[in-house]
């Protein structure tokens, strides 16, 4: 074999032996990265199965996961509907049970509120928002109130404006706890509810309602509470007067 046959021979050995390695560290490599692809699918496999499981806490019972379920008198935009559909007035009223402002509100207007209802005025909706629940020191107080306030409006849709008044009347302050379970239920007893109702709060069905409906208020850009709508104009008056609401109402009812 002459030099030159010698030198392309030993050229093409180390050609072959340069292309065999970059195919095994090329092997190698991807085998590494489905390792790491395979061990985050773990991980995220487990995770997902605790959260599933309702592994957080929330200083009372593990939160529900699911589908938002729609109290049996609730709108399409996450209100509660009290009184004739058929009304002249349409008065939205956004609130948060911890919300020391909606307390005011409802002292001061409740008695009219009512009656306008009563007397075919006014069809009244309730948004029951959660967004407080930060100011509750970790018990999540406005979500249970408003879960306990949708269940009533589900299953006993006739003591709704009893119940809101009555928790309202004991609301609590904010920055602490509010409520206990056992307070609410308390409350809803006094307001006549029944007990079979009752019963149902601890089972917090409406909270992903609940969730939904007041991050579906806040796109509408509602920006605090109390807030309240005539005909769908926000009422710019006195909210915390007995008076200016009621007036704002005969206006708009004489305005049809």
């Known amino acids: 074999m002459s030099t030159q046959a010698r030198i392309r021979s030993r050229e093409l050995r180390d050609a072959r032996a340069?292309?065999?390695?970059?195919?095994?560290?090329?092997?190698?490599?991807?085998?590494a990265g489905g390792g790491v692809i395979i061990v985050c699918l773990l991980v995220a496999i487990v995770v997902g199965l605790v959260n599933a499981a309702g592994g957080g806490e929330s200083g009372t019972v593990a939160a529900p996961r699911g589908?938002?379920?729609?109290?049996?008198?609730?709108?399409?935009?996450?209100?509660?509907?009290?009184?004739?559909?058929?009304?002249?007035?349409?008065?939205?009223?956004?609130?948060?049970?911890m919300c020391p402002f909606c307390g005011r509100f409802e002292r001061a207007?409740?008695?009219?509120?009512?009656?306008?209802?009563?007397?075919?005025?006014?069809?009244?909706?309730?948004?029951p928002l959660s967004?407080?629940?930060?100011?509750?020191?970790?018990?999540?107080?406005?979500?249970?109130?408003a879960n306990a306030v949708a269940t009533v409006a589900d299953r006993a849709p006739g003591k709704l404006p009893a119940f809101n008044t009555a928790l309202f009347a004991r609301q609590p302050a904010e920055g602490t706890k509010g409520l206990s379970d056992g307070e609410i239920a308390d409350l809803a007893r006094g307001a006549g509810v029944p007990e079979d109702v009752v019963d149902a709060f601890g089972d917090r069905i409406f909270q992903p309602w609940v969730t939904t409906s007041t991050a579906a208020a806040f796109e509408t850009g509602i920006e605090g509470t109390p807030t309240v709508?005539?005909?769908?104009?926000?009422?710019?008056?006195?909210?915390?007067?007995?008076?200016?609401?009621?007036s704002a109402v005969a206006a708009a009812e004489d305005a049809r």
């Open 229 to 246: 709508k005539i005909n769908g104009e926000v009422f710019a008056g006195d909210l915390y007067t007995a008076g200016p609401l009621t």
């Open 131 to 145: 967004f407080l629940d930060r100011m509750s020191d970790g018990s999540e107080y406005s979500t249970r109130a």
């Open 67 to 97: 589908k938002a379920v729609a109290p049996a008198i609730a709108t399409p935009g996450g209100a509660l509907a009290v009184g004739d559909a058929a009304a002249p007035v349409k008065l939205e009223v956004y609130l948060d049970y």
């Open 18 to 31: 340069a292309a065999e390695r970059r195919s095994k560290k090329r092997n190698r490599a991807i085998a």
């Open 109 to 127: 207007n409740s008695g009219e509120l009512d009656r306008m209802v009563a007397d075919g005025t006014v069809r009244l909706e309730l948004y």
